[in-house]
């Protein structure tokens, strides 16, 4: 198993490396057939996933500007089921991240209140009532490095709750639906001072979907939203995996790690047909 | 005189049993005072995610898989319940260029012996793995066995 781990981590550190020849089809392959070796051999697999926080401020380094559209609708919508709750519930609270690290306050209120919200609607109403992380929310008003504060509050005791209630295994939803919004916003943002950075970025992408892929696939109990998540994410990554990350500038025949506009584009489709099921 | 015996027996058994009940609730890691206790451990440390272990028996492992950004300092923190517990570390990654184990930190020749032990990742990027194996007590003692693992960084 660990072999076809490594080879998988290999293929993908050397794609992100560039200037080296890959061939797709040939990662392609290794990589179907060691997601078939991994599922035989893990049926639980451990994995602790970078924070929300984490996801946004990093997007924010490769250039990630604030958009107002970009942002999750407000707007009531019906979030019938308890996955469809805890989906959006991740989803918001990126779009709450993004609003406060990109210093947009008011925002970051009215997507804090549908957190709220939500998370009474999820029987999480214990999470709120700790008075640390009110105090930490009530201080919004302050400089940047409290509210980034008051997001890793919301971070750390939403990991506690959830581990004090037994109910460690909504995390996977939230994060996947955290995940999705990240790069919905990342995708969107037009304004991309560093490409390079960006493609990086994208490219990450893969390994998290792949987990989340499995995760979510591991836990098909078996509910039919959960499956349908999962196979969307699963063709993110072979979609993600045929893309070419490299470019050649042909004026100067230099080969560098940058991916091309109508990728993008393509990403950026995708991956807004599969955040457009968290908000129908 | 044969009831207050049967009286007092069953008092025993809801005693021990409620004992035996303490003991399992005490089993459960508590994640709150780790985070907390990590942080003091390294003052600019940023709360990232984290993992409990429980094992059930001698020698049982758990393999964990933290995904590291690039550019961005991270940290381990592993903290035990009970001191008394004794757990072998090892921290690895597979490197681009070879598809065997790296070895980045071991327990293997120093027993993880103290409440807590510390990994520093620096700035690397992508996954690392972490195989936590419980080796028993140290001394015959009634503690429980259970560790935590937080991970953080120095992103902000």
Do not use: W
């Amino acid at each position: 198993m660990f072999k076809k781990l490594a080879i998988f981590v290999f293929l993908g550190t050397l794609l992100s490396c560039g200037g080296e020849s890959v061939d797709s089809a040939a990662i392609m392959k290794e990589e179907v057939s060691y997601m078939e070796d991994f599922k035989k051999n893990h049926q639980e697999l451990n994995v602790i996933l970078p924070s929300t926080t984490q996801i946004i401020e990093i997007f924010k380094r490769a250039g990630l500007k604030f958009s107002e559209t970009s942002c999750a609708p407000l707007e009531h919508r019906n979030f019938v089921s308890t996955f469809g709750k805890s989906i959006a519930f991740g989803a918001y609270s990126a779009d709450l991240a993004y609003c406060l690290i990109n210093e947009e306050k008011a925002f970051a209120k009215m997507y804090f209140n549908k957190v709220y919200g939500l998370s009474g609607d999820l029987g999480l109403d214990g999470l709120f009532n700790n008075e640390d992380l009110q105090n930490q929310f009530n201080a919004l008003e302050g400089d940047d490095a409290e509210t980034i504060e008051a997001l890793l509050e919301l971070q750390k005791q939403t990991d506690i709750y959830l581990y004090n209630e037994e109910l460690e295994e909504r995390n996977l939803i939230f994060f996947t639906g955290a995940r999705i919004e990240g790069m919905y916003l990342a995708s969107t943002s037009s304004e991309l001072k560093d490409k390079k950075l960006l493609t990086r970025r994208v490219i990450e992408q893969k390994t998290v979907l792949m987990i989340l892929a499995h995760e979510l696939q591991a836990r098909e109990d078996q509910n039919p939203e959960i499956k349908d998540i999962s196979d969307d994410l699963q063709k993110l990554k072979e979609k993600l995996s045929k893309t070419d990350f490299l470019y050649e500038d042909v004026s100067s025949g230099e080969v560098r790690l940058e991916i091309s506009d109508v990728d993008l584009e393509q990403i950026r489709l995708e991956i807004g047909r599969i955040r457009s099921k968290i908000f129908r | 005189m044969m009831s207050r015996r049967i009286i007092k027996i069953l008092c025993l058994s809801v005693l021990i049993l409620s004992f035996h009940s303490q003991n399992f609730a005490q089993e459960k890691c508590n994640l709150k005072t780790s985070i907390a206790e990590s942080i003091k451990l390294i003052p600019d440390f940023t709360y990232s995610g984290s993992k409990t272990y429980r094992p059930e028996t001698v020698n049982s492992s758990i393999e964990i898989i933290a995904f590291l950004f690039e550019g961005v300092e991270s940290s381990i923190v592993f903290l035990k319940e009970f001191e008394d517990a004794i757990f072998e570390v090892n921290i690895y990654d597979k490197p681009a260029n070879d598809v065997t184990k790296n070895i980045l930190f071991s327990t293997d020749d120093i027993a993880f012996s103290g409440k807590e032990l510390i990994f520093k990742s620096g700035k690397r990027r992508g996954l690392i793995y972490v195989n936590i194996v419980y080796k028993g007590l140290k001394y015959d003692s009634k503690s429980a066995s259970c560790m935590s693992m937080v991970i953080g960084s120095k992103a902000y």
